[in-house]
């Protein structure tokens, strides 16, 4: 293997003989240089608004400003606050999850619910994101319960929604859909008519701080750190995330739940 990484060292052995101990460092070379792409990526992360932050109080407390400019000024310093405080969130959750191992409680949780959160949320992203927003669909095909953490599968389901809106031009469609699969197990999938993702990008994307445009990312509030969320999340709770795309077509992101249950109501609703 011409990627492997070999600690070689000599110990005095038994007279004038000496021992050659060899030791195979490649895992530990590679998780270390990891630790220090991710150290030198949230201190830039961080930096960058703060940076930001301390040009603008230099700016008020120097210029002699009217009001208007300075309400001006205080709106950007509270984004740029936003965009910290929205990191440092993500790097906690991100943390708390990589930190535990145990599974998830069993709780059964009402897929309706989560849906209709998803679909509060996105209403108002989409109108933040642009006036003319997106024509959105929220579909659910069977009434149905998954086993789980409800804050960690609404934060997955949300963070889905909110790339396909982010990430997808204004007036574009983003349809969200959960169905049960023939063999019993749950699919929450989220399809949007954005740029699409080329092939080598997508086994990348769910790596901490991996964007492809990091300017549309920071520009609509990303942190970096969703996708990889969404992952340990997905982990967490056996399920599966599939992602399909197709530049200049769209993508299409695909949580499959193993656990499922059904409820006693109609087959088909649509979330209200
Ligand atoms: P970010 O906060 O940058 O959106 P994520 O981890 O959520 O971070 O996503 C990682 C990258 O994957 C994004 O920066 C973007 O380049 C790409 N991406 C995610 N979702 C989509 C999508 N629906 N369409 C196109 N690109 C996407």
């Known amino acids: 293997n011409q990627h492997c990484r070999l600690s070689i060292q000599v110990h005095p052995y038994a007279g004038n003989r000496r021992m050659l101990l060899t030791r195979d460092v490649t895992s530990l070379e590679q998780a270390e240089a990891m ?38 000024y205080l709106h950007l310093m509270s984004q740029q606050s936003h965009r ?15 930190g535990s191992s145990a599974p998830p409680p069993n709780r059964w949780i009402r897929v309706r619910a989560l ?39 609404q934060s997955a389901m949300s963070n889905l929604v909110s790339n396909a809106l982010r990430y ?4 574009g469609e983003v349809t ?18 954005g740029p699409g993702i080329a ?14 445009d990091r300017s549309r990312s920071r520009e609509t509030g990303g942190t970096g750190l969703g996708l990889a969320i969404v992952k340990h999340i997905a982990q967490r709770h056996g399920a599966e995330l599939r992602i399909e795309s ?8 695909t949580l499959v739940f193993p ?6 109501t109609p087959a088909v609703s649509a979330v209200a």
Not at 176 to 193: A, H, I, M
Not at 199 to 210: G, M, Q, S, V
Not at 259 to 264: E, G, N, Q
């Open 84 to 98: 910290m405080e929205t990191l440092v969130n993500d790097l906690l959750t991100l943390s708390r999850l990589e």
């Open 168 to 171: 997808t031009p204004p007036g």
């Open 115 to 153: 849906l209709a959160q998803c679909e509060d949320e996105a209403r108002g992203l989409s109108s933040r994101l642009s006036q003319q927003g997106h024509r959105l669909s929220f579909t659910m095909e069977a009434d149905t319960e998954i086993a789980g953490v409800s804050t960690e599968l």
């Open 199 to 212: 092939a080598e990008h997508i086994p990348r994307l769910t790596e901490r701080f991996y964007r492809i």
């Open 246 to 253: 197709k530049v200049g077509e769209g993508s299409r992101f």
């Open 35 to 72: 630790r220090r792409d991710f150290v030198a990526n949230v201190s830039h992360e961080i930096r960058t608004p703060l940076t930001v932050l301390a040009g603008f109080v230099e700016t008020l407390q120097n210029l002699p400003l009217d009001a208007d400019e300075r309400a001006r």
């Open 259 to 264: 656990v499922t249950r059904l409820r006693r």
């Open 176 to 193: 969200v859909l959960w169905r049960l699969l023939p063999d019993g197990r749950g699919e929450f999938s989220v399809r949007d008519t």
